[in-house]
């Protein structure tokens, strides 16, 4: 695995932590969802629900891909391998995922998201406002729809996230904030 893939999958390792254990477990996900959701007020709606579901689901697919020991725990190294296997099925495993953020974000459904929902959802799952909205800026700048993110876009850049070694993508690269 290249450096740049490595330090990305640091990054997000290091959110997924989100109870700052050393490991990722369900419980992780449990805490990362239930922020994100009552960040917009959406506890005991669908598209929490839904949000909720994909969470969990991301989870058991690193898990099967990971836990060899099935202990519930995935640490770092575990980690990189699960994650490389987990993107090679981006659309399946991941994808789902931003989707049901996106709708999160979305909230009058019209198929863009502001920077302030923008922010909202990666400060919920750890990222610091400032380079929340510089992501934002990154990623509307290459495709402005009245300064409005667009679904395709946070797709593209979220699965390049997890995949691309192309130094000079840094839209997807600094998706969560400083590497
Ligand atoms: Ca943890
Ligand atoms: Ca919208």
Redesign the pocket.
Known sequence: MGALLDQKYERLFSLLDANGDGVIAEDDFELMAGRVVAAFGEESSAKGATYADEMLNYWRALREAADADGDGRIDKDEFRQALSQVSDHFDTLVGPLYEAGFQLA?????G???KEDFIAVFVAIGVPAPEAGAAFDRLTGQDRQDGQLTKGRLMAAAAQFYRSEDPGDTASHLLYGAL
């Open positions: 979305d909230r009058d459904g019209d863009l998201v502001g």
